[in-house]
């Protein structure tokens, strides 16, 4: 007999990874409330808080007002408006590429651009650490996926050897790590990508909007976003709105536009949504932009270096994204209740988000806390970290 919903439910807990939700109530700024209290948010995406800037919310009560509250349907049928227009152009001259492509969210973008261009017969190399949807989108495609180690690209080079062939090859990778906040060696991917005639995709949700000149992500940053293929980045972190993007030349969108089934299918993004992705474009290249980032990074190298030399382990990287290696699910979800008994908000990361036994506290900064906030973060954080012999 087959096991019953209530069978998997105690396994699931039995292991220590039953996950739940936290309600916060009011808007995602860098102070939220939750169960009642004043708490500081560490684990938001939201990394120059433009998710409660008066600019976004007037663009999407504008682009309500003037545009209605549903597109009505997908793309190709009725459901492809003037300001889904106004967004691809206006994230085309962001990303400085040909063309653009606005998709639903992140992750229908990397389920549908993956089958779009590869399929049965084809290969795809994906670092280890990919996120779940690109993932997610390599098993849709039917394409072989080969994972290579994280991040090291010399593997990768014997592994394209390996199965050099005459089918279509894809190299994909995150820009910024999702849940370790280190960024990908695009340097070395693009001569990979250029010596085995292969496509590069970089999916550049954590660094869109925060790296790179006026915040055109990781490749920018390392002067290679000109050779980068599929230039993937989301609306929801950063930018402060929702949705996602493919910056492209304008034969790889038409590809797009014909074969990405998640685009073809889903009625497309709403008008108020629309709005605040165009407002928040505007201001993530203006100097306003400029000066949140330079805020973002200050407080990225406090929170780094104070928890580093408080002996936390962190995996090596630059960003903003900061976990604190907690290992046991037990220890991850035990850390992460008495952050929030103190007043912190951050989530435990387990399995199957991360590998077995590298569970987390996913820290991530803000451009919008302020220096006392984050002091008194660490403080808090390093006691707790000590009583629970994490340190
Ligand atoms: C690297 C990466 N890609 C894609 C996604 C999915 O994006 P979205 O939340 O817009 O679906 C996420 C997280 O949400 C992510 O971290």
């Given at each position: 007999m087959s096991r019953s919903i209530e069978e998997e439910l105690q396994e699931i807990s039995g292991n220590g990874l039953l996950r739940t939700t936290r309600l916060i109530s009011?808007?995602?700024?860098?102070r939220v409330t939750h169960s009642g209290r004043d708490m500081l948010l560490l684990c938001s995406n939201n990394y120059l808080g433009l998710a409660d800037r008066p600019e976004l919310i007037n663009a999407a009560v504008q682009a309500a007002e003037s545009y209605g509250t549903s597109s009505g349907a997908s793309r190709l049928v009725s459901g492809t408006m003037e300001l889904h227009e106004q967004l691809e152009n206006a994230v085309a001259s962001f990303k400085q590429s040909e063309d653009a492509l606005v998709f639903n969210s992140g992750h229908a973008a990397n389920t549908g651009i993956i089958p779009a261009i590869v399929k049965r017969g084809d290969i795809v190399f994906s670092d280890r650490l990919n996120h779940a949807s690109i993932v997610d989108g390599i098993l849709l495609s039917g394409a072989k996926m080969i994972r290579y180690p994280h991040n090291d690209h010399v593997m990768l080079e014997q592994l394209l050897e390996k199965y050099r062939g005459k089918n279509r090859t894809l190299i994909v990778t995150d820009g910024v790590f999702s849940m370790d906040g280190d960024v990908a060696p695009l340097v070395e991917l693009v001569a990979l990508k250029q010596a085995y005639n292969a496509l590069l995709m970089v999916d550049d949700a954590h660094g869109s909007g925060v790296l790179g000149e006026c915040g055109r992500g990781s490749a920018d940053q390392l002067g290679v976003?000109?050779?980068?293929?599929i230039k993937m980045g989301t609306f929801?972190?950063?930018?402060?709105s929702f949705g996602a993007y493919a910056a492209v030349t304008s034969e790889m969108r038409t590809l797009l536009v014909n074969r990405c089934r998640s685009f073809i299918f889903s009625t497309s993004l709403p008008p108020a949504v629309l709005g605040a992705s165009l407002a928040a474009v505007r201001i993530v290249q203006s100097s306003e932009g400029d000066l949140l980032r330079d805020r973002i990074r200050a407080n990225t190298e406090f929170f780094r270096r104070s928890l580093n030399d408080a002996g936390f382990i962190i995996p090596p990287g630059t960003t903003q994204i900061i976990p604190i290696i907690t290992g046991s699910p037990e220890t991850t979800m035990r850390f992460s209740e008495a952050l929030l008994n103190d007043g912190i908000f951050a989530q435990g990361i387990r399995p199957p988000t991360v590998p077995a036994g590298s569970g987390r506290v996913r820290f991530t900064v803000m451009a919008t806390h302020t220096p006392e906030e984050l002091s008194w973060a660490v403080e808090r954080i390093k006691n707790i970290g000590s009583n629970l012999g994490v340190i």
């Open positions: 009011g808007r995602q700024s860098a976003a000109d050779f980068v293929d929801g972190k950063a930018l402060g």
